[in-house]
């Protein structure tokens, strides 16, 4: 079992990871599946954006920061997302409202939208999925300790997304485009882009000094 020091850790997925999970997902559950590959390796959606949310939360922020003497002031926030339902998938794409509140075309690969517009025939008209943001998290982490993770117990859906940002990021070899990561992983900042891809797991860190050495 976990302890406390365990629970304040982050496990990077690798590339194996996220392929046995997706394997055992899909024979167990289509839905599951298809869930993980878009919140995952084919799409990094945040968990929000593709099962819905709505709550109402809290948070600090200079009032000036340029005059810290005033101090800060409670702000709220309030998170109202939809979810995807069968209708916004069309084009190619998924027609969805992501964090900040925009409505956004999100392209997506050939053979993920074959997949999810096969999907959608068998459900009828309103949510893609039909089930809670709990319940995802409940069975990413069911299907992780099933592949075999020795650490299952930090494999949240957002590790699924941090996997997709840095490996967008590192797939594009030296000519490496921040503004190209940042759009994929639709976040308004570079700067929270740059939180993602500052770190190296151990796989990618062998992978760069492998390119740095052997570069000609």
């Known amino acids: 079992m976990p302890n406390s020091r365990d629970l304040g850790r982050q496990y990077d997925l690798t590339d194996a990871d996220v392929t046995a999970i997706l394997d055992i997902a ?6 599951h599946y ?7 390796e084919a799409r990094g959606l945040r968990i929000g954006e593709v099962l819905g949310v709505k709550k109402r939360s809290f948070y600090e922020r200079w009032i000036d920061k340029n005059r810290r003497e005033l101090g800060k002031e409670r702000v709220e926030s309030i998170t109202d997302l939809p979810g995807i ?6 084009d190619g794409s998924l027609w969805i409202r992501r964090k900040g509140g925009q409505e956004k075309q999100v392209r997506l690969t050939d053979d993920l939208y074959k ?3 096969e999907f959608a ?20 982490l069911r299907y992780a300790r099933m592949a075999g993770i ?3 117990f930090l ?7 941090h996997y997709f940002i840095t490996h967008v990021h590192f797939a594009q070899g030296e000519k490496r485009d921040l503004k190209i990561t940042q759009n994929l992983a639709g ?6 882009t740059l939180r993602y891809i500052r770190n190296l797991t151990p796989e990618e860190e062998k992978t760069e000094l492998e390119r740095l050495v052997h570069r000609s």
């Open 34 to 40: 298809l869930f993980l590959r878009l919140i995952g």
């Open 187 to 192: 976040h308004k900042s570079d700067r929270t």
């Open 115 to 117: 997949e999810l517009s």
């Open 121 to 140: 025939k068998s459900r009828k008209k309103g949510k893609l999925f039909g089930f809670r943001e709990s319940q995802g998290y409940v069975f990413t």
């Open 26 to 31: 899909k024979s167990e559950n289509p839905e």
């Open 150 to 152: 020795k650490d299952w």
């Open 155 to 161: 494999v949240h859906p957002h590790r699924l997304r």
């Open 85 to 90: 339902y069968t209708k916004d998938i069309r």
